[in-house]
Every structure is written in C-alpha cells, then in structure tokens.
C-alpha cells in the first residue's frame, strides 16, 4: 500500500488540475477550498510517505526488462519531496489572494496544480529514465504558466522558455542513453552505475557526455550560458515565478544535477578530470556573473531572477565538489536557498500587487505602509546575504569548509566567489530595504498614502517563511545532521 501511494501523490495533484475545468463551482471561494484542500491533503500523503517510507520501488509501466516508469523514495528524494510538500500549499494560498481579480482563473490553477504533481515525480523518480520523463512533462506544464497573460512580453519570454528547454533536454537525453548502454542498470545507485571494466577506452568519451548531460541539465538551473531565459520568465505572475525560482523549475535541475552526478556517472569516474574541472569553473563564474547582473538590474523581480541564477550555482557549486561534504552542502542550500527566495519573490510579488509598480527606484517609503511585507523581505535579504543566525550563513558555511577541504584550486576559487557574492548580494538586496524604509528626506508621504499591506491570504505564507529562515539559522543542527545521513549514505 505505501508503494502505491507513492504513484497517488504524483497523481492527485495532475488529476486535481484536470478535473478543474470539468467541475461547476458556485464561486471562486468554493474553487479555492477545492483546490487547498487538495493541495493540504496531498502534502499530508507525502508526509506519511516520509515516516514510513516504502522499502520497495513501485513500476508503474515497463518498456524493455531495464527500462520502465519507476518510483522510489530514497534519502535525496525525500529531502526534495518533503520541500515541495511543504512549500506548494502556502503557495496555493498566496496564489487565491494575487489571482483574485483574474477573470478566469481556471487554466492557470490547472497548470498550477498539476506542476505539483510532475515536480513529485522528479523527486520520486527511481531512474534516469523515469526522472527524464518527469524533467520533461515539467517543461511542458509549467510553458502555460509563463505565457499565462499573453502580452507580447509574455509569448517572447514562454518562447526563450520552450527554445532552453528543448536544447536542454536534447543534451540531457544523450546523457541518458550514454548511462543506459555503459551502465549495469538504469536505477539511481550511490556510487554511480558504469561498468569501469568496459569503459576505460571511452573514459574521455564518457566524460564528454557527462559535460554536455550537465550542460543539458543545468538549463533549467540557468547555469551561464543558459541564464537569460530566467528573468525573462518572471514576466509570468509572482505565484508562478516564486515557484520557478524557489521549487519546481530550479531546484528540479539542480537535484537532477546530483542525481546524475553522484548516482549514474559515479564521483569515482568524475573527480580529478578535466570534466570535473571544466563544470565547476562554469558555475564558479555564474556565481559571479548572476550577482553581478542583480546589481545592474532595476527591475524588481528581474533583479531577484538574477539572485536565483547566481544561488542555484551555488548549489551546483556543492555537487562539483564530488565528496560527501560537497553533496551537504548542496543539499542545504537546496532547501535553505528555497525559503529564502521564495520568501523574497512572495514579498516583490505583494508589493506588485498592491501598488502596481515594477521598478526598484519607485519603492521608495513602501516600507512605512506595508511593514510586515518588508520585514520579512529584510530577512530574506540578510539571509541570502549570509548573515549569521540565519539559514543563508548555515549552508554557505557548509559549502566553503567542503571547498576547502576538496583541495582543487578551482575549489578556492569558488570560496572567493561565495565571498564575492555576499559582498553584490548585500548591495543589490540591501538597496532595496533602504529604499523602502529610508527614503530621500525630500519624499513625498502622500504619493503612497493609498498602499496599504495585502490580505492574510498573502501575509501568512510571508510570516511562516520568515520565521522559518530565522529558526533555520539558530537551530540547524537535526536539518545538517538528516542531510549528511543522506550524503553520506546512511539513508
């Protein structure tokens, strides 16, 4: 029973989703119970699955004796699983509040819903295979979102979209067949799966491949060169964006990133070569470069999708590494960066809708009228900066001492662009909160007499997420320790 309630909770949520259209609500407020009951109950399930996880994998379709649709929960989709589980109903929330004016809000929470389900299946994935199919449908369900309100701005952006991921998945698929011929099976094993005894003459070969599968891979974190699709998608409405940038889009490559890395490839093919080299100097310098493009930017929630494309490198940062201690790391910054940026999206996005402005220059005094929504905002801020006492300085912490302890010069090299980055991080996020709390002396009070703070339905998500970061920050311990469990193999 618990195996197949694994395929349930992937499937809830998509059949949720889809059935939405076909039910006659009397109101929106009747769509939105349905909807967040489903979502809570959804997450109830996955919780169940986390106390008492399955011990057998669950094939849902087979195609050839070693290839099939399986789902499996192991130590690092537990970690993913359990985020998103707790995350999407606040989000949902949030969502009821932001798209309340929406005329027809149908289609969106289709979409909307059903990326819950597909982000599960990642997550649950038992093969590459399996995650593949799952990476995909990802693509496809969450396009809607993007282009959801059609404006010119919106179809260019879904099309910068849809362009990545293809080229992406094109790459990542090469990956895959690569690992389903050279290895001794299709299924996620610590270690990795190739058979070193048939692959030394294709070692240089293999290592290639998995160059171009982290390549193909990593679009979906926006690693550079593939960056530029991101901010453009945060054209798409705040729940979406929060989402892509927090949950289901980034951290799907990031943890499909590890996947490959540490359970198909193997670290013991990886680390020491060229490949190791090449991929990790790709993401120390996005590092650098998504910070650096945050601080130029004056678009408010395009100067956070900057912030994300530097914070998810972070995490592939953890991975390069190829040791226990680099996969901690990885993993908390996994789900430490996904509160903060979601927190700090929720925020841009209640100050958006309340106000109608886009732009960092015209928050000026906002956080004089909305103090609650800034607040929480400034934690997000101090947190991604790396403050100490909160969850930011916990997983940056646990990336340089695994960086440190590597030994590889391109290793130190990622230290110094983690320093780098707090230093942009605290000008372009702290920029921010000056604005909105010490405006010029010159500044007229009455241009924003009329902002007020947006409903419970928004400030709640705000507040939990807030709170979290800064329980997060002093009582880390339980978190670090489940997460070297996970790293180490002990889960």
Same mark, same amino acid.
Request: glycine share 8%; with cysteine; proline share 4%.
């Given at each position: 029973m618990r195996e197949v309630m694994m395929l349930i909770v992937v499937l809830l949520p998509i059949f949720t989703g889809i059935l939405l259209p076909l039910l006659s609500f009397r109101s929106k407020r009747a769509m939105w119970i349905y909807l967040e009951a489903a979502v809570c109950a959804n997450s109830a399930l996955v919780c169940r699955l986390l106390v008492a996880a399955p011990e057998k994998a669950l094939t849902v379709f087979r195609f050839t004796h070693d290839l099939s649709i399986t789902l499996r929960l192991d130590g690092p989709g537990a970690v993913f699983a359990g985020l998103v589980a707790f995350l999407w109903p606040f989000a949902m929330l949030y969502a009821f509040e932001y798209m309340e004016k929406e005329e027809n809000p149908g289609p969106f929470f289709l979409f909307y819903t059903a990326t819950y389900g597909v982000t599960l299946g990642v997550a649950l994935s038992e093969n590459i295979l399996t995650m593949y199919f799952f990476f995909e449908m990802l693509s496809l369900v969450t396009l809607p979102l993007v282009m959801h309100t059609r404006t010119r701005e919106a179809i260019l952006a879904s099309r910068a979209y849809l362009y990545y991921m293809l080229g992406g998945a094109a790459f990542a698929f090469i990956g895959m067949i690569f690992v389903l011929v050279y290895g001794t099976t299709s299924s996620f094993v610590p270690g990795g799966v190739l058979d070193m005894a048939n692959i030394l003459e294709k070692k240089d070969t293999l290592l290639l491949v998995y160059v171009l599968c982290f390549g193909g891979f990593s679009v979906k974190t926006a690693m550079w060169p593939f960056s530029s699709w991101l901010p453009k998608?945060?054209?798409?409405?705040?729940?979406?964006?929060?989402?892509?940038?927090?949950?289901?889009?980034?951290?799907?490559?990031?943890?499909?990133?590890?996947?490959?890395?540490?359970?198909?490839?193997?670290?013991?093919?990886?680390?020491?070569?060229?490949?190791?080299?090449?991929?990790?100097?790709?993401?120390v310098f996005t590092i650098v470069y998504g910070c650096s493009r945050a601080v130029k930017e004056t678009h408010f929630k395009r100067r956070l999708a900057w912030s994300t494309v530097s914070n998810l490198s972070y995490i592939l940062f953890g991975v390069t590494l190829m040791t226990p201690l680099g996969m901690t790391g990885a993993l908390a910054h996994l789900v430490f960066h996904s509160f903060m940026k979601i927190c700090s999206f929720l925020c841009a996005g209640a100050v958006m809708h309340q106000t109608d402005r886009n732009y960092v220059h015209e928050l000026d005094g906002l956080g004089h009228r909305m103090p609650r929504v800034f607040l929480c905002f400034t934690v997000a801020a101090l947190a991604l900066m790396g403050v100490p006492g909160l969850c930011g300085f916990v997983s940056k912490w646990h990336l340089a001492k695994a960086a440190v302890e590597c030994g590889e010069p391109l290793?130190?090299?990622? @230290?110094?662009? $983690?320093?780098?980055? #707090? &230093?942009?991080?605290?000008?372009?996020?702290?920029?921010?909160? /000056?604005?909105a709390f010490f405006p010029k002396g010159d500044f007229d009070y009455g241009t924003i007499e009329d902002v007020r703070e947006p409903g419970?339905?928004?400030? @709640?998500?705000? $507040?939990?997420?807030? #709170? &979290?970061?800064?329980?997060?920050?002093?009582?880390?311990?339980? /978190?670090?320790k489940m997460l070297e469990a996970v790293a180490f193999g002990a889960m």
């Open positions: 998608a945060s054209v798409a409405p705040t729940p979406v964006t929060a989402l892509l940038h927090a949950v289901a889009v980034v951290n799907t490559g990031a943890f499909a990133v590890m996947r490959v890395t540490y359970y198909s490839f193997g670290t013991g093919l990886l680390k020491g070569t060229w490949a190791q080299r090449v991929v990790m100097g790709l993401v290793a130190y090299a990622g @230290v110094a662009a $983690l320093l780098l980055s #707090a &230093l942009l991080t605290a000008i372009y996020m702290i920029g921010i909160v /000056v604005r419970w339905r928004m400030l @709640v998500p705000l $507040l939990v997420f807030a #709170a &979290l970061i800064v329980c997060f920050g002093l009582r880390s311990g339980p /978190v670090i």
